[in-house]
C-alpha cells in the first residue's frame, strides 16, 4: 500500500467540479466492526453456529455478505443476510468523527458525492437520518449486488472518480470502474489485507481525503476531453 498521506482537509483552492467522490458505508464512513460483530454473531447463535471474535470477523469477512455468512457455515444465505441487516439496524452507527466536516468539504468544493454500499438499502438510509448526514449526498446506492456496476452507472457523471472503501473488494471494483481506488483503515478489514491489493492511496482519517484527492490529482493527468472514457 502506498504510505498513508497525512494531507488534513483541503489544500486552498482546490476544485472539484470535475470529481466525483464515492464511499462505501459501513466501516468507512460510519466505525461499526463492533456493530457488525454482533449482528454476525446474532445470525450464527440463531443457527447454533459458534460465535467469532472481533479478530476472527476482521480477517474472515469478504463480500458479498452471503459468502462471508456461508463461509461461517450458514446454510440458509439469503434468509441469513435479511437477519444481518436487521440486526445491524437495530443499533446505531457511530460515525466517523471526521466525517462530516471531510462531506462538507468536498461538497464545497464542488465535488459529487455519494454513497455505494452493499447493505441493505433500508439500514444505510436509516444510518443516514440517524447520523445526521441528510443532504450531503448527491447520490445513495444501498443493497446493491454488485458494487462495479452500481459505480460504473455514476462513472460518467465526472471527469475524475475516486471510491473509498475498507475492504479489498471495494478496490477491486474501483479499478473495476475505472476510479482511483482509496483504502481507508479502522474498518472491517486489516490494514495488511488492504496493503495487499496496493490502493492507489491509504488514509486513516477521513479528513485526510481531500488532500490525497490533490495529491493524486497532481500526479494523474485529466482525461482527454473532460470524460471518462
Excluded at 110 to 122: D, L, M, N, T
Aim: a neutral charge; proline letters at 8%.
Amino acid at each position: 500500500m502506498p504510505p498513508t498521506e497525512h494531507h488534513s482537509l483541503a489544500p486552498p483552492r482546490l476544485d472539484l467540479t470535475d470529481t466525483l467522490v464515492l464511499f462505501d458505508w459501513n466501516g468507512t464512513l460510519v466505525a461499526d466492526t463492533d456493530r457488525a460483530v454482533r449482528a454476525t454473531n446474532a445470525v450464527l447463535a440463531h443457527r447454533g453456529l459458534p460465535r467469532l471474535s472481533a479478530t476472527a470477523f476482521r480477517s474472515s469477512w469478504k463480500l458479498p455478505l452471503s459468502a462471508f455468512l456461508g463461509g461461517l457455515g450458514v446454510a440458509d444465505a439469503d434468509a441469513a443476510e435479511r437477519h444481518w441487516n436487521r440486526a445491524l439496524a437495530t443499533e446505531p452507527a457511530p460515525l466517523r468523527p471526521d466525517a462530516h466536516p471531510t462531506l462538507d468539504t468536498l461538497r464545497a468544493r464542488g465535488a459529487r458525492v455519494g454513497v455505494v454500499s452493499a447493505a441493505g438499502a433500508q439500514a444505510v438510509t436509516d444510518d443516514i437520518r440517524h447520523t445526521g448526514l441528510d443532504g450531503r449526498f448527491d447520490v445513495v446506492l444501498a443493497g446493491v449486488p454488485a458494487k462495479t456496476s452500481a459505480l460504473l452507472s455514476q462513472r460518467p457523471t465526472r471527469a475524475r472518480a475516486y471510491y473509498v472503501g475498507d475492504t479489498e473488494y471495494d478496490i477491486h471494483c474501483a479499478r473495476a470502474a475505472g476510479y482511483l481506488a482509496v483504502a481507508i483503515t479502522g474498518g472491517y478489514r486489516p490494514a495488511d489485507a488492504l496493503a495487499a491489493v496496493r490502493p492507489d492511496a491509504a488514509v486513516d482519517r477521513l479528513d485526510q481525503l481531500p488532500g490525497v484527492i490533490a495529491a493524486l490529482r497532481a500526479k494523474t493527468p485529466a482525461p482527454i476531453g473532460g470524460t471518462p472514457a
